[in-house]
């Protein structure tokens, strides 16, 4: 079941990719286990899958024991990320997808013992149980960071209001591409900002066709597994 699950998503994939002209090179599917064990998440690992994302802290740092044998997973943490939990976690990841205060910030500029990949969450919608950054206020707070020389601003990340109609997922989506175009623009050392983590099960192939490089997929690799 999810080799069948994982060539569909990779299909969806390569024909949202045509149908932007891109090349799928280009789009990263990161395989979000926070719904399953350890098992299934090896059972990934041994299909070649080498981008695994969790939204907890507890669930990432157990699931990458379980897998230390594949020496070749990117683990990204896709949650927001409480202040007292850095210390624990920052060190162990690739990737963190929800920067989202300048205090977070410091803390991991504190803990940190290498740069961290992160990317700055933005509440594209303005949707008041949505955690990130309004879209005018990213710039700002991108400069701030300036001296933080453990954090790199790789890309910027969203997530689109449930049960949103093709429409609006555009619209959110290239908004986001907008932004991200935006930083990159600024020609900034610490905050190269060339990604996009945007697209979830429901939405991946609109969001790559607005531009995301990495989608996370989680329900759709597990359905009926």
Request: glycine share 4%; with cysteine; net charge negative.
């Amino acid at each position: 079941m999810l080799v069948d699950n994982l060539e569909k998503i990779n299909q969806e994939i390569r024909l949202a990719c045509q149908k932007a002209s891109r090349s799928d090179n280009d789009v990263t599917m990161i395989a979000v286990t926070k719904s399953v064990g350890k098992e299934i998440a090896k059972e990934l690992a041994e299909l070649g899958i080498e981008n695994m994302a969790e939204n907890r802290v507890d669930k990432l740092l157990e699931k990458k024991v379980a897998l230390e044998s594949f020496s070749s997973i990117k683990w990204h943490l896709i949650g927001n990320l409480q202040r007292r939990k850095v210390k624990s976690i920052i060190n162990e990841i690739d990737y963190f997808h929800a920067l989202d205060s300048l205090k977070l910030a410091e803390e991991i500029q504190k803990r940190a013992e290498k740069q961290i990949s992160c990317f700055v969450e933005v509440n594209v919608t303005g949707e008041e149980s949505k955690h990130g950054f309004k879209s005018e206020e990213v710039l700002d707070f991108i400069h701030q960071l300036a001296d933080f020389d453990r954090i790199k601003v790789v890309g910027l990340m969203t997530m689109a209001p449930l049960n949103a109609s093709e429409q609006v997922l555009h619209e959110v989506f290239s908004k986001l591409k907008k932004l991200q175009s935006a930083v990159n623009n600024q020609h900034l050392s610490y905050a190269p900002c060339t990604e996009l983590s945007m697209g979830m099960s429901n939405d991946f192939p609109i969001a790559i066709e607005e531009g995301a490089t990495f989608v996370r997929i989680g329900t759709a690799i597990f359905r009926g597994a």
